[in-house]
């Protein structure tokens, strides 16, 4: 009898509702603790929705970074490549506005405007795209770790950044900010969710991503050409980090190009989510976990914003009560192997 229940819980949508009421769990507890910590300057309705808007910007970047990650790869040039990115598509999309107005066109118009959004949206998904394939390229041609190869790629995108932006920030024209503010930015953050939910669940590329997750011996054993959908997976998340561009820069209004390693900072935040997506996956709701992650993340850091606690503490504090949640949302089988 239990154990019929425990199979249940597994395959059912039981097994669901749990992941959900753990995750619905989290994010109340660590509302909680800060809450009651400073009443009056956290957690009030309108904060909630400042920091789901915050969330909003590394969920996309995470459901994307998760093909890679859950193939058991990882990628280290992620800050990079929202860096250049966002640059890219500022400066396409500042090119093409100021071109509509050249050629004849009204300022401020409709058809500037539109021009303008889709300039940025496909320069930073474009260039997101390319960086990935460039990963994914070099990881399988180069057949060394991939961190070792992002990290050697990630100074390169940052020198190119810094190329691309003229040695200056790039401000975003503050009629193309519309992607950081509510509706537009839940608005294209819920249609990424939904192309990344649709290839993960419903596509060969996300059959076979789980597939050399699990076990890259066996699927290279049954046809599956593992080297391709490696790539197709950094080509994904770079895609969606693009996506997280055009997010970050119409939310802060600008970008700064910065060397020497200094956008790994950015890493942080989408990987942390990511984790949250693999301990849920048993779940079955791995992206939906991302999101959840996400605002965990955020609400525990303008936690210690409204402590006003050092920058340092927050990050050794937060670091740690991530390791915490994931910790104990992940069990690990006896016997099982922890890589």
């Given at each position: 009898?239990?154990?019929?229940?425990?199979?249940?819980e597994k395959?059912?949508?039981?097994?669901?509702?749990?992941g959900?009421?753990?995750l619905?769990?989290?994010?109340?507890?660590?509302?909680?603790?800060f809450?009651?910590?400073?009443?009056?300057?956290?957690?009030?309705?309108?904060?909630?929705?400042?920091?789901?808007q915050?969330?909003?910007?590394?969920?996309?970047?995470?459901?994307?970074?998760?093909?890679?990650?859950v193939?058991?790869?990882?990628?280290f040039?992620?800050?990079?490549?929202?860096?250049?990115?966002?640059?890219?598509?500022?400066v396409?999309?500042?090119?093409?506005?100021?071109?509509?107005?050249?050629?004849?066109?009204?300022?401020?118009?409709?058809?500037?405007?539109?021009?303008?959004?889709?300039?940025?949206?496909?320069?930073?998904?474009i260039?997101?795209?390319?960086?990935?394939l460039?990963?994914?390229?070099?990881?399988v041609?180069?057949?060394?770790?991939s961190?070792?190869?992002?990290?050697?790629?990630?100074?390169i995108?940052?020198?190119?950044?810094?190329y691309?932006?003229?040695?200056k920030?790039q401000?975003?024209?503050?009629?193309?900010?519309?992607?950081?503010?509510?509706?537009?930015?839940?608005?294209?953050?819920?249609?990424a969710?939904?192309?990344?939910?649709?290839?993960?669940?419903?596509?060969?590329?996300?059959?076979?991503?789980?597939?050399?997750?699990?076990?890259?011996?066996?699927?290279?054993n049954?046809?599956?050409?593992?080297?391709?959908?490696?790539?197709?997976?950094?080509?994904?998340?770079?895609a969606f980090l693009?996506i997280?561009?055009?997010?970050?820069?119409?939310?802060?209004?600008?970008?700064?190009?910065?060397?020497?390693?200094a956008?790994m900072?950015?890493?942080?935040?989408?990987t942390?989510?990511?984790?949250f997506?693999?301990?849920?996956?048993?779940?079955?709701?791995?992206?939906?976990a991302?999101?959840f992650g996400?605002?965990?993340?955020?609400?525990?850091f303008?936690?210690?914003?409204?402590?006003?606690?050092?920058?340092?503490?927050?990050?050794?504090i937060?670091?740690l009560?991530?390791?915490i949640?994931?910790?104990?949302?992940?069990?690990?089988?006896?016997?099982?192997?922890?890589?």
């Open positions: 009898m239990g154990k019929t229940i425990e199979n249940t395959k059912g949508l039981s097994g669901q509702a749990r959900y009421a753990i619905i769990f989290l994010v109340f507890l660590s509302w909680l603790i809450k009651l910590i400073t009443p009056h300057n956290f957690g009030s309705p309108e904060d909630l929705v400042k920091y789901l915050a969330s909003l910007m590394a969920t996309v970047g995470a459901i994307g970074f998760y093909f890679v990650l193939m058991g790869m990882f990628d040039s992620i800050g990079a490549n929202i860096m250049l990115s966002a640059i890219v598509g500022c396409f999309a500042t090119r093409v506005m100021e071109n509509f107005v050249a050629s004849g066109g009204v300022e401020g118009s409709a058809g500037q405007l539109a021009g303008g959004y889709v300039a940025l949206v496909a320069g930073c998904v260039t997101g795209a390319l960086v990935g460039i990963n994914g390229l070099f990881y041609t180069l057949r060394i770790p961190m070792i190869v992002t990290t050697g790629l990630a100074l995108y940052e020198s190119l950044a810094s691309f932006a003229g040695g920030s401000v975003l024209p503050a009629t193309l900010r519309g992607l950081g503010r509510i509706p537009g930015n839940i608005i294209l953050a819920a249609v969710f939904i192309i990344a939910y649709f290839i993960l669940n419903y596509t060969k590329v996300g059959t076979y991503t789980y597939a050399i997750g699990s076990n890259e011996f066996v699927a290279k049954m046809g599956i050409k593992v080297n391709k959908y490696k790539v197709i997976a950094f080509v994904i998340s770079g693009g997280m561009a055009a997010l970050t820069i119409s939310y802060s209004s600008s970008m700064l190009a910065e060397t020497g390693m956008s900072s950015r890493n942080f935040v989408p942390m989510g990511c984790f997506g693999t301990a849920f996956k048993k779940y079955g709701i791995p992206l939906q991302i999101v996400e605002l965990v993340i955020n609400i525990i303008f936690g210690f914003i409204a402590m006003g606690a050092p920058t340092a503490i927050q990050d050794v937060t670091g009560a991530l390791l949640i994931i910790t104990v949302t992940t069990k690990v089988a006896k016997g099982e192997i922890v890589k």
